[in-house]
Every structure is written in C-alpha cells, then in structure tokens.
C-alpha cells in the first residue's frame, strides 16, 4: 500500500476568491482576534480562520489581510508583513504588493 498524496494548503489566499459566506465567516474571526487582549483567544481565531479557508498556518499562527490602498486582499502570514504608516496609522503589506508598489507608492 502506498502512502496517500497530500495535497499542500495554499500560503496565501485572495479574500475575494473565498465565497461570501465563506468571507464573512472568515472576517468574522478576524474581528474577534483583533477586539481580544488574550493571546489564546488571538491564535484560536486565527487557527480557525486559517482552516476555514484552507490556509497553512504560518509557524507563529498569525495571519493578516494586506491593507494596501490597491485593495488587493491577500491573506498572508503576519511574519511576511511590510510595514507602513500612512500618517493614520500602520498599514500591512503583502510581499507581492511590497514588491510591486512599496509604502505610499501603491496610492
């Protein structure tokens, strides 16, 4: 008997791929990771956000959505984040936004 294949859990994902109610539930436990001081509570939502849309967890279990200006919606690993402030606060790249349109560029 061999062993069955796997197939690999994607690193990113486009939030606008994910069917909406997929998408709201999705958000849904964003919310609830970014409204929580509990680092347990953070890495729970997170978890279950990750399986939710057949996301690898990254190794620290933290993932975001890219809020660049160009709108893009990629959800990433938190680790893999360009940081920005826009003068309203940090903003969170993607890589492939850091790379194509860096900081204030992508306005």
Excluded: W
């Amino acid at each position: 008997m061999t062993p069955a294949r796997t197939t690999p859990q994607a690193t990113e994902v486009n939030l606008f791929d994910l069917p909406l109610p997929i998408r709201d539930k999705f958000l849904d436990y964003m919310d609830q990771a970014d409204t929580t001081i509990s680092v347990t509570e953070i890495r729970l939502a997170h978890t279950a956000a990750a399986q939710l849309i057949g996301m690898q967890l990254p190794p620290r279990g933290e993932i975001a959505v890219c809020s660049c200006p160009c709108f893009c919606q990629i959800i990433f690993d938190v680790d893999q984040a360009h940081e920005y402030n826009d003068g309203y606060g940090p903003t969170f790249q993607c890589p492939g936004c850091a790379d194509d349109h860096p900081g204030r560029d992508a306005e």
